[in-house]
Protein backbone atom coordinates (compact mmCIF):
# COMPACT_ATOMS: atom_id res chain seq x y z
CA UNK A 1 0.00 0.00 0.00
CA UNK A 2 1.52 3.49 -0.99
CA UNK A 3 -0.27 6.73 0.43
CA UNK A 4 0.85 10.26 -1.13
CA UNK A 5 -0.65 13.24 0.71
CA UNK A 6 -0.56 16.30 -0.97
CA UNK A 7 -2.55 20.14 -0.25
CA UNK A 8 -0.31 21.49 2.00
CA UNK A 9 0.86 24.98 1.68
CA UNK A 10 0.92 28.65 3.70
CA UNK A 11 -2.39 30.07 4.78
CA UNK A 12 -3.01 32.90 6.59
CA UNK A 13 -5.50 32.58 9.66
CA UNK A 14 -9.06 31.93 9.31
CA UNK A 15 -8.37 30.35 5.77
CA UNK A 16 -8.72 27.27 4.44
CA UNK A 17 -6.48 24.31 2.86
CA UNK A 18 -7.84 20.67 1.33
CA UNK A 19 -5.72 17.69 2.12
CA UNK A 20 -5.47 14.87 -0.35
CA UNK A 21 -4.42 11.64 0.72
CA UNK A 22 -4.20 9.24 -2.59
CA UNK A 23 -3.91 5.38 -1.93
CA UNK A 24 -3.15 2.65 -4.00
CA UNK A 25 -2.82 -0.92 -3.13
CA UNK A 26 -4.75 -3.94 -1.85
CA UNK A 27 -8.21 -1.89 -1.23
CA UNK A 28 -8.99 -3.55 2.47
CA UNK A 29 -5.17 -2.40 3.79
CA UNK A 30 -6.79 1.06 3.85
CA UNK A 31 -10.53 0.73 4.54
CA UNK A 32 -9.84 3.02 7.82
CA UNK A 33 -8.17 5.80 7.07
CA UNK A 34 -6.59 8.77 9.25
CA UNK A 35 -4.61 11.91 9.30
CA UNK A 36 -2.07 12.95 11.60
CA UNK A 37 -0.02 15.55 12.45
CA UNK A 38 3.14 16.75 13.95
CA UNK A 39 4.45 20.49 14.83
CA UNK A 40 8.17 20.86 15.59
CA UNK A 41 9.37 19.36 18.94
CA UNK A 42 5.86 17.21 19.28
CA UNK A 43 4.51 14.27 19.49
CA UNK A 44 2.23 13.05 16.09
CA UNK A 45 -1.26 13.30 17.18
CA UNK A 46 -4.46 12.56 15.98
CA UNK A 47 -6.49 14.52 13.87
CA UNK A 48 -9.61 12.80 12.08
CA UNK A 49 -10.20 9.53 11.05
CA UNK A 50 -12.73 7.58 8.72
CA UNK A 51 -13.91 4.00 8.38
CA UNK A 52 -14.49 1.95 5.06
CA UNK A 53 -18.00 3.32 4.67
CA UNK A 54 -17.85 6.79 5.21
CA UNK A 55 -20.63 6.19 8.33
CA UNK A 56 -18.16 7.29 11.19
CA UNK A 57 -15.94 9.65 11.70
CA UNK A 58 -13.93 10.96 14.51
CA UNK A 59 -12.15 14.01 15.17
CA UNK A 60 -9.74 15.26 17.75
CA UNK A 61 -11.27 18.08 20.34
CA UNK A 62 -9.00 20.45 18.77
CA UNK A 63 -10.46 20.75 15.05
CA UNK A 64 -13.71 19.86 15.94
CA UNK A 65 -16.03 21.88 13.80
CA UNK A 66 -13.36 23.20 11.26
CA UNK A 67 -12.30 20.11 10.08
CA UNK A 68 -14.06 17.58 7.75
CA UNK A 69 -12.88 14.10 6.60
CA UNK A 70 -14.16 12.52 3.71
CA UNK A 71 -13.09 9.75 0.89
CA UNK A 72 -14.01 9.30 -3.13
CA UNK A 73 -13.70 5.53 -3.52
CA UNK A 74 -13.71 6.10 -7.09
CA UNK A 75 -10.12 7.72 -6.83
CA UNK A 76 -9.13 5.72 -3.85
CA UNK A 77 -8.99 9.43 -1.92
CA UNK A 78 -9.56 10.96 1.55
CA UNK A 79 -9.54 14.35 2.04
CA UNK A 80 -9.05 16.69 4.93
CA UNK A 81 -10.75 19.65 4.42
CA UNK A 82 -9.45 22.66 7.17
CA UNK A 83 -11.43 25.37 7.06
CA UNK A 84 -10.71 28.55 10.15
CA UNK A 85 -6.96 27.80 10.25
CA UNK A 86 -5.54 28.46 13.16
CA UNK A 87 -1.78 29.21 13.60
CA UNK A 88 -1.63 26.01 16.19
CA UNK A 89 -2.82 23.72 13.29
CA UNK A 90 0.67 24.70 11.95
CA UNK A 91 2.42 21.02 11.30
CA UNK A 92 3.37 18.48 8.74
CA UNK A 93 0.27 16.35 8.32
CA UNK A 94 0.16 12.44 7.28
CA UNK A 95 -2.40 10.04 6.11
CA UNK A 96 -2.43 6.62 7.48
CA UNK A 97 -3.66 3.66 6.73
CA UNK A 98 -5.28 0.40 8.48
CA UNK A 99 -7.92 -2.57 7.73
CA UNK A 100 -10.81 -1.39 9.07
CA UNK A 101 -12.49 1.34 11.31
CA UNK A 102 -11.63 4.06 13.08
CA UNK A 103 -8.54 4.98 14.94
CA UNK A 104 -6.51 7.30 16.95
CA UNK A 105 -3.63 5.94 18.37
CA UNK A 106 -0.47 5.64 15.54
CA UNK A 107 0.50 2.10 16.31
CA UNK A 108 -2.89 1.09 15.35
CA UNK A 109 -2.21 2.27 11.22
CA UNK A 110 0.00 0.09 9.17
CA UNK A 111 0.86 2.26 6.69
CA UNK A 112 1.89 6.04 6.20
CA UNK A 113 2.23 8.41 3.59
CA UNK A 114 5.25 10.88 3.54
CA UNK A 115 3.95 14.00 4.80
CA UNK A 116 2.83 17.79 3.64
CA UNK A 117 3.53 20.86 5.58
CA UNK A 118 0.97 23.21 6.66
CA UNK A 119 1.62 26.80 7.74
CA UNK A 120 -0.63 28.83 8.94
CA UNK A 121 0.41 32.68 9.92
CA UNK A 122 -1.28 34.55 12.09
Known amino acids: VQLQASGGGLVQAGGFLRLSCAASGRTRSFAGMGWFRQAPGKEREFVAA????????DYADSVKGRFTISRDYAKNTVYLQMNNLKPEDTAVYYC????????????????WGQGTQVTVSS
Open 96 to 111: AARPDGVARWVPDYNF
Open 50 to 57: INWSGSIT
